[in-house]
């Protein structure tokens, strides 16, 4: 453009690029000449200079033409001043790219012979040389961000000439051996002279040299930091996979300092395991297991705590012990943490060949093989049972405690008995019945309630008293079903079990329903096992921690006192939660004959 307006006395010139995402041209470039640019300069963001294209110059030919008067409105009083146009559309094959415009304040003239050749010239070159020039900004914008990459990821990298003098030199260089970029950039040989050989001056330069123009790409080599300390890093050599230009050379590396330092203390933990493997065995629950977890190797300690034999164990994984007691992500934790090479410490409760619980402190250590990766795991363990055993009861005795004086609370008391007193006049008798009931209910609080196990039957008649007590209360819209079929006699459970699960299903599931509501209570017997099924038509699980603890307090008393419990809550099909309950007979048998006889 400005070798144009010096062709010509041109006033004015615009540069418009064809936008294909918008179907048309965007002002791209404009140019004044000496005598307009005080206007350019007292008035840059005018609404002239950012207006749309003017379709009144979409030609496909260079031509110069007068503009007709009162083509431009008032918004645009600079251009009513000009009085001819040329115009030179620049193609790219077919395709119109760009449009430039020249505009005159005289009217067209003759004889311009140069400046015609001169703008057919362009008609024809201006876009390949503008994509040219695109393409190689576009090419150094690359490379720069190529470099920015480089220099900022989190692996070595660095470049060098053909005397292994440094060229780039990247963060992760610095950070691992303490060089700044300025203190190796251009030093001669420093790749060998500092990180190879830093003490050892009388090896040749170019023997080393060719060990890095070697087929073998892939090096672990002992550098040294600036500090003096030896860093093992796993080196590669690009250049043969991308040459570039002036025989220059591209390096990456990793530093696996820590994971050989690693590797050793393995070895050596290796070493200590079987120096002390006979102490183990003396004191321990020692097992060895594959990589998959098949047991290879058991102890005596181990067989006589499970009551399994050697022959019975080897060739199995632990699941041959396993009590049910543990969640599927805590095994799934203690996984992931061992096949990561970490050593896992816990307490598992197991199950022996007879049945019998028992609780054991673990240590699990990897041990690796040469190459870093889990092979087998060793696992050492110790008898802690009784401690459990007094813990747990400890825990849920206070678990007991918690859930009674939760019973207890004068808030159910007072609202209790201000509906009896409301029934002492219109339902006398109805109001003997709750009296009746809740001094029932009370005297099971103070009786059974500190008991480990309570027949079935008598937690059944309290909560169904508490259910009743419920309907007193909310007549107008609670409606309870209560169903028991099969002969209970021999069955016991925890007290203070079912009442506070029909609790639950008012406090969670009607309480804040809309209309009538319904709790249903079936418990039957399929051969060893008791069901309880407690359903309500409310609004159903929201999230996880919806329903109280007392939940989870059931839950684990169940499992503690008797054999295969289960608690498990979710949504009905048919709207609402369920709450299933199911166990088999208690764990302590003299615990139960003395119930019976009681």
């Known amino acids: 453009m400005e070798k144009m307006m010096e062709l010509h006395q041109w006033n004015y010139a615009e540069g418009w690029v064809s936008d294909s995402s918008k179907g048309s041209f965007l002002l791209e470039a404009t140019l004044f000449s000496e005598k307009e640019k005080k206007l350019e300069q007292s008035n840059p963001d005018s609404s002239e200079l950012t207006r749309a294209f003017d379709s009144y110059f979409d030609s496909d030919e260079i031509v110069w033409r007068n503009i007709p008067e009162n083509h431009y409105s008032d918004d645009f009083s600079f251009f009513r001043n000009m009085k001819s146009v040329f115009e030179i559309p620049v193609f790219d094959n077919k395709a119109k790219k760009c449009v430039l415009l020249f505009y005159s304040l005289e009217g067209v003239q003759e004889n311009l012979v140069e400046f015609i050749h001169y703008a057919e010239f362009i ?18 914008e690359n490379e720069s961000l190529l470099r920015q990459i480089l220099k900022n990821m989190p692996v070595l ?64 080599l002992d550098l040294f930091a600036k500090n003096g300390k030896s860093k093992t890093i796993s080196l590669s050599n690009l250049s043969s996979e991308f040459p570039v230009s002036g025989l220059r050379k591209w390096f990456i590396g990793i530093d696996i300092t820590r994971t050989k330092e690693i590797e050793r203390e393995l070895k050596s933990s290796l070493k200590e395991l079987s120096d002390f493997q006979t102490a183990l065995n003396t004191v321990s629950i020692v097992a060895i297991t594959d990589k998959a977890g098949t047991i290879i190797y058991v102890n005596q300690n181990f067989c006589k705590i499970s009551g399994y034999s050697r022959d019975e164990l080897l060739g199995h994984n632990h699941r041959i012990i396993n009590s049910g007691y543990h969640s599927k992500d805590f095994f799934k934790d203690l996984w992931k943490t061992i096949s990561q090479g970490k050593i896992w410490k816990g307490e598992i409760k197991n199950k022996a060949k007879d049945g019998r619980f028992y609780w054991v402190d673990t240590t699990i250590s990897p041990i690796m093989d040469e190459n870093g990766k889990p092979y087998q795991y060793l ?65 099971f609080l103070t009786d059974q309630a500190n008991k480990q196990l309570v027949p079935f039957d008598i937690e059944w008649e309290f909560m169904e008293n508490y259910l009743k007590l419920l309907r007193l209360r909310f007549s107008d819209f609670i409606e309870i079903e209560v169903n028991k079929k099969g002969d209970f006699r021999k069955c016991q459970l925890p007290p203070l079990s079912l009442q506070p699960l029909v609790e639950n299903s ?26 309880i099924i407690i359903r309500d038509n409310g609004v159903g699980i929201k999230a996880e921690d919806t ?52």
């Open 123 to 140: 008609k024809k070159n201006l876009w390949r040389i503008i994509e040219s020039k695109k393409n190689k900004q576009l090419l150094i």
């Open 157 to 220: 990298f660095m470049e060098t000439d053909h005397l292994i003098s440094p060229i780039s030199w990247n963060t992760e260089c610095e950070n691992v051996f303490g060089y700044k970029e300025n203190e190796v950039i251009g030093k001669e040989q420093f790749l060998i002279k500092n990180l190879l050989n830093p003490q050892m001056n009388h090896f040749s330069p170019r023997v080393d040299s060719r060990i890095f123009d070697s087929d073998f790409k892939n090096w672990e």
């Open 379 to 443: 696992a050492i363990r110790n008898d802690i049972t009784e401690r459990k055993e007094t813990e747990e009861k400890a825990r849920h005795a206070e678990n007991n405690l918690k859930i009674l004086q939760d019973r207890m609370s004068p808030h159910f008391l007072f609202n209790t008995l201000s509906i009896i007193h409301s029934y002492l006049q219109t339902n006398p008798e109805m109001a003997d019945s709750a009296i009746l009931m809740l001094a029932d209910n009370y005297r």
């Open 506 to 531: 008012y406090l969670h599931g009607l309480r804040n329903k809309k209309g009538k509501g319904l709790i249903s209570v079936n418990a039957y017997i399929e051969g060893t096992k008791t069901h």
């Open 547 to 598: 329903y109280s603890r007392s939940i989870s307090n059931i839950s684990e008393r169940l499992k503690f006192y008797l054999y295969e419990s289960e608690v498990k809550i979710e949504n009905h099909p048919e709207g609402g939660a369920v709450v299933t309950v199911s166990f088999e007979k208690p764990k302590n048998e003299e615990l139960s004959h003395l119930i019976q006889n009681d």
